[in-house]
């Protein structure tokens, strides 16, 4: 599913009134009944209904969705706010069709001066104020206004956007100053501002509603960003061949583990088998090798020199791909073998956690590393190799495209909604994944998953959007068993089975 800029969207929605045709005052009656809809399924007429319209569309959708909710029975009370005397034209046409109305018996038009009404637990408020079309951060009166939507116990409805946030970069966005919507109803497509957690404090639940915009001009448009799909995934799967040897499928190494954190390496190695890997071998600090026969049986446990951490560079010339990282620690010893590692290794690598971290404390090192490796922080982490600590999840996404591109590197950004930046500058959403996920060693299995299906053959690409699409939906399967709360990451490996089951189906 493609993520369309704010322009993007504009175009494709002039395409479709151009070419199916429909006149936007229709076009836009047709979004105000998918937002009724909405807002009628899930409250009562005993709701009493404060709806606060904006000059622009998104005011002009909020005045209709009014007008269709007083004839439904509901007490509906507006307010559109014509503080320069201009209003957009459909959102004229809307505010006429209110006052023309029978059933509409409160509204007021905000010129000037503003009595706000009562605001209390009981009602629901429609904020349709500003939608996709705002330029610039709320101030002033509106500003004001927001801020007592906010401070009210009321229900928040916000029509396509919260009032105040911008679809793509919130960075001089004033948090106080936008509303914090309990549901955003958003037409058609997700926005990019939604696939960040820093703004999740505003949406609250999100539902996309389908209004018929134009499939054909979508398709047509070229976008930077996108969501990860089933369908997609599906064509990604590689067929198992019934008479495959264990070569064939494969030979991943895990290098992971410092003493103390041998559960990072048992959970790396338990998710690269369980991704489907024809063997895997797991190299570990000398005292960690009860640990790993005893946990991991099917693995290989190969012992490094040293007693307690990663001394030594392995010859990676008989693996297929490489994982290094989780639980490695970051003692100068681990290091130096780090930099030995990565100059050694000649097939595709994942590198995560202790490794990243390394690294960030190396950055001479960072310039040196070779094309297309594969990173998989967290935002901590990113920060720490970045070089600097990013103010907003929008920015840490615009740095981490800008390093893949720079670096021909895949960069993982792991989150809700982790964040695959590629090489090519495009950047690829996860939708699969629950809260339950953030729990230490959840990272671990992300990347012996991705580390075997580069030792199975996929592409860094393929690897990356299969790898994190499985790990979320593993995680998603646990929840359902587990609980979020009580998911820890080796349920996630448990059910690895059934993600993969499910696109095979």
Not at 3 to 16: C, D, R
Not at 103 to 126: A, G, N
Not at 491 to 501: C, L, M, P
Request: glycine share 8%; with cysteine; charged share 20%.
């Amino acid at each position: 599913m493609k993520i369309f800029t704010a322009s993007q969207l504009s175009s494709i929605e002039h395409y479709t009134m151009e070419h199916e045709p429909i006149h936007p005052i229709d076009l836009m009656e047709r979004a105000a009944m998918a937002v009724t809809q909405a807002i009628t399924s899930e409250f009562g007429t005993h709701m009493p209904v404060v709806v606060f319209a904006g000059p622009g569309n998104n005011g002009g959708d909020a005045l209709a969705v009014a007008r269709l909710l007083a004839e439904k029975g509901y007490d509906v009370e507006v307010f559109l706010f014509n503080v320069t005397g201009k209003l957009s034209e459909e959102c004229e046409i809307n505010w006429q069709r209110l006052r023309d109305n029978r059933r509409m018996k409160k509204y007021h038009e905000v010129t000037s001066e503003f009595d706000p009404p009562k605001l209390d637990v009981s009602t629901l408020v429609v904020d349709g104020l500003f939608g996709t079309g705002l330029k610039k951060p709320l101030a002033g009166g509106f500003a004001a206004l927001v801020k007592y939507i906010n401070q009210s116990a009321a229900t928040v409805v916000s029509i396509d956007m919260p009032s105040g946030l911008m679809t793509e970069d919130n960075t001089y966005t004033v948090s106080a100053n936008v509303v914090h919507a309990d549901i955003t109803l958003t037409f058609q497509y997700r926005k990019l501002a939604f696939m960040f957690a820093d703004n999740q404090q505003y949406i609250g639940r999100l539902k996309v509603l389908d209004i018929r915009l134009s499939e054909s001009k979508a398709e047509s448009i070229t976008t930077t960003s996108s969501i990860l799909e089933e369908s997609q995934v599906r064509a990604l799967l590689q067929p198992r061949p019934d008479f495959a040897g264990k070569h064939q499928m494969g030979t991943a190494l895990i290098i992971a583990g410092s003493y103390g954190m041998a559960g990072a390496a048992v959970l790396a190695t338990r998710a690269c088998l369980r991704t489907g890997v024809g063997k895997v071998v797991a190299h570990v600090p000398k005292r960690n090798y009860n640990v790993m026969q005893i946990s991991v049986p099917e693995a290989i446990a190969q012992l490094d020199l040293e007693e307690t951490k990663f001394s030594e560079a392995v010859d990676a010339q008989y693996y297929d791909a490489v994982g290094i990282g989780p639980g490695l620690g970051q003692a100068e010893t681990t290091a130096i073998a780090l930099v030995s590692q990565i100059r050694r290794t000649h097939v595709p690598m994942v590198i995560d956690a202790d490794a990243i971290n390394i690294l960030a404390n190396h950055q001479a090192w960072v310039q040196q590393l070779p094309r297309h490796i594969i990173f998989t922080p967290h935002p901590g982490e990113f920060d720490r190799l970045n070089g600097s600590v990013c103010g907003n999840d929008y920015e840490r996404l615009t740095h981490a495209l800008d390093m893949a591109q720079r670096m021909q590197a895949y960069i993982l950004l792991k989150g809700h909604y982790s964040a695959l930046c590629m090489p090519t500058g495009e950047v690829v959403f996860n939708s699969t994944g629950n809260a339950g996920m953030a729990t230490a060693g959840s990272g671990d299995v992300l990347t012996g998953m991705i580390t075997a299906l580069l030792a199975r053959g996929y592409t860094h690409a393929e690897a990356c959007k299969l790898g994190m699409y499985l790990h979320g939906l593993a995680g998603d399967f646990a929840a359902k068993e587990k609980g979020m709360e009580s998911l820890v990451a080796s349920d996630i490996v448990d059910n690895i089975h059934k993600a993969f089951n499910r696109l095979n189906e």
